[in-house]
Each structure stands twice: as C-alpha cells, then as structure tokens.
C-alpha cells in the first residue's frame, strides 16, 4: 500500500509558475525506487489526462504534448518525492492534479497503468 500527498497547488495568472511535489509514504515491502511515477491531471467535465511520467532513477521521462516544453517531472528518491515543475502556465492548464505510483519500473502514459492515485492539488491560472 502506497499513500500519496500532493501539494503546491494554487491560483496563478498566465505566464506564472507553480512547482507541484507528491510525498509518498507506507511503501513498507517496496522502496520508493520500486516504483514510476505520474502526474495526471482532470478539469471539470472532461476525463483525467496523462501529464508526465518518471522512471524509478529518473532517466526517462515523457510528456504530454500539451505540456512539453513547459513542464518538468523530477524525483528525489531519497525523501520519497516526485515534483512537478510547471512553467508558462496556461489558463487551459486549469485542473486538479493528481500524482500516482505504478508498481513498475518502466512508465505508462494512461490511466490504468497506475496502481495508486493521490487525492489531488487544484492548479487555477488566470488570464
């Protein structure tokens, strides 16, 4: 069982920054590195989407297209955190951000390749 805390999440006008970070936690039986991570991310009527990923010694990493250049997922296996660095903000960036854990050490890009999901940090940018 993972426990997953995100944070950092906040209103922000166009053009600003945020930095998300996801602490994980109860990964008794399976260190951190076991496992990649993702953040996902769901606005109000619209279905959860891929936003990055991150391997367990952080040397792949993939993005959504949306997001690519203007983003950036990183780990800190030492205190059990993956960040989520976030640049160039965007009103259509408005959504709840959810960090997850895949039991995995390669990365996925959809939702059903994740085995825990955190509860979520709302991200509102303003025009």
């Known amino acids: 069982q993972v426990q997953l805390v995100e944070s950092g999440g906040g209103l922000v006008q166009a053009g600003g920054s945020l930095r998300l970070s996801c602490a994980a936690s109860?990964?008794?039986?399976?260190?951190?590195?076991?496992?990649?991570m993702g953040w996902f991310r769901q606005a109000p009527g619209k279905e959860r989407e891929f936003v990055a990923a991150i391997n367990w010694p952080g040397s792949t990493t993939s993005y959504a297209d949306t997001v690519k250049g203007r983003f950036t997922i990183s780990r800190d296996n030492a205190e059990n955190t993956v960040y989520l660095q976030m640049n160039s903000l965007k009103p259509e960036d408005t959504a709840v951000y959810y960090c997850?854990?895949?039991?995995?050490?390669?990365?996925?890009?959809?939702?059903?390749?994740?085995?825990?999901w955190g509860q979520g940090t709302q991200v509102t940018v303003s025009s």
């Open positions: 109860a990964v008794s039986g399976r260190t951190f590195t076991s496992y990649s």
């Open positions: 997850a854990a895949r039991r995995s050490y390669t990365i996925a890009e959809v939702t059903a390749g994740y085995d825990y």
